[in-house]
Structures are given as C-alpha cells and as structure tokens.
C-alpha cells in the first residue's frame, strides 16, 4: 500500500470493524475471567473480584459525569446522562451500584464490607482512577470512545449468567440482577458512543487515536485482574513478603 493510500480514513464500516476487531483483548479472556466463567475459581476469588469491581461500578457515574461536564453538544448530553441514572438509580429506585451491592451479599460479603471499599487493592485503584482522570482531561468524544469496552460487555454478562449458577450454587439468586439489567443498557449505551465514535474519528490519524483509546480502556480492564491474579490466585496480594495485613491506602482525600 502507497504512503497517500495508507493516509486514507478507513470506511465508516471498516473503522468501526476496527473497533470490535479490539475484542480479541477484552478482558473476558484474561485467565482469572476464564477460571470464574469455567468454575475453577474459588470463593474467596470470586469475592475478591466482586469486592475491586465494585470500585469500578461507583466510579463509572463519575466518569460520565466528567464527560458531561466537557460536552457542549445539549443532544448528546441529555442522551448520555441516562448512564448515571443507570448506575446511580433514580430518587427511590435502585441502580447499579446498588445492584452490585447485592452481588456482594450473594457472594457473601457484607454491605458494609463493599462500601467501605477495604478490599480494593491499589492496582485496581490506581486503573480505575486512571480511567476517571482520562475522562475529566480528554474531550468528551474522547472519553466517549472509552467507553466502547461496552461492545464486548453483553458476551462477558451473559458467560456469568450461564455459567455461575451451574458452578456456584451458593452465589444467591438475587446477586444476578445486575448482569440481567446490563445486557439491555449495555446494548443501548453501545449505539450511541458508536454513533458518536464513528461520527468523531474520521480521518486515519483521528482514527488511530480511537483505536489507541480504547486499547488503553482495555488495559485497565486488563490490569485490574493482574493485580487480582497476584493478590488472590497466586497468594501475593501487596507487601505479602513482610506482612498478611492489607496495610495499602483506602484512598486519599483530594
């Protein structure tokens, strides 16, 4: 291919196969997702993993925040809002989070355990508050094309609900119905930061830099699961050659 040709913006078909081509990193692969999926993962694994993702899920209106906060575009922001209500829950109502709450006494934590964030281990803390800091500096369209992880997210929701009630009988029922609400929002919430991708990145250099967004949504998906890897799996979570404490920061005040 010439220099010019391979200056050329790929199609709008051809970027956004680009995009889902991403899939093959998503984190539904990483061997800790493949062990819990395929039921060798043991309790405390699976409420390890539940206990950091939820610093994930608290997170996640604040980052729509941030891009709503960047966003001049009134149509964009009265679509892309309804993701905090989702997560937040209306006034009354249950959201995500809590949602997720409930995942955490299926799997037989506390409420009070997953809210005080304890467990969070500073790996996952540092991806995740990398993904907020990247939301709140980048462009709105920027951080929208983020957010495409969601492409891949109704496959990795629907392996759990397949999955985990053959292998873990004793994760409550009541622990699902945030995978179950996911599936629909995920699907909804994936057309529109596609419109606003392929709407956004239209020539080859801007095209690029999406896809670089993404792979770099990717590797904090990724990275939060090495550090749950070491710290569950492999019995080295932080400081565990000269203590058993989890003495690592809760999280600083800013």
């Known amino acids: 291919m010439s220099e010019l040709a391979s200056a050329l913006p790929l199609s709008r078909a051809e970027f956004e196969q680009a995009l889902r081509d991403k899939g093959r990193y998503y984190h539904i692969h990483h061997p800790y997702h493949v062990a819990m999926y395929e039921g060798r993962a043991s309790r405390r694994q699976i409420q390890g993993w539940v206990a950091n993702r939820y610093y994930y899920q608290v997170n996640i209106p604040v980052k ?27 006034a009354g109502g249950e959201g995500g989070i809590e949602a997720w709450v409930r995942l955490g006494e299926a799997v037989g934590l506390s409420a009070e355990e997953i809210r005080s964030q304890e467990h969070v281990l500073p790996g996952v803390r540092f991806a995740v508050d990398a993904y907020v800091q990247f939301a709140r500096t980048a462009s709105w369209q920027e951080a929208a094309c ?5 492409l891949f997210a109704p496959r990795i929701h629907q392996s759990r609900l397949d999955s985990w009630p053959r292998h ?14 996911r599936m629909g929002e995920a699907r909804r919430d994936v057309e529109h930061g596609l419109r606003i991708t392929l709407d956004h990145f239209t020539t080859r250099e801007a095209q690029r830099r999406a896809l670089d967004i993404l792979q770099f949504k990717l590797d904090i998906l990724w990275t939060m699961l090495d550090a749950m890897s070491m710290a569950y799996e492999l019995e080295r979570p932080p400081y565990h050659t000269v203590t058993d404490e989890g003495v690592w920061h809760r999280g600083l005040q800013q």
Do not use: K, M
């Not at 925040?65 to 679509?79: G, K, S």
């Not at 983020?146 to 969601?150: C, K, V």
């Open 64 to 90: 729509d925040a941030a891009i709503l906060a960047n966003c001049r575009d009134r149509d964009v922001r009265r679509e892309w809002v309804q993701r905090i209500h989702d997560h937040d829950g209306a």
């Open 146 to 150: 983020s957010s495409l992880t969601e």
């Open 168 to 181: 873990y009988p004793w994760i409550g029922e009541d622990g699902y119905h945030y995978f179950r609400n």
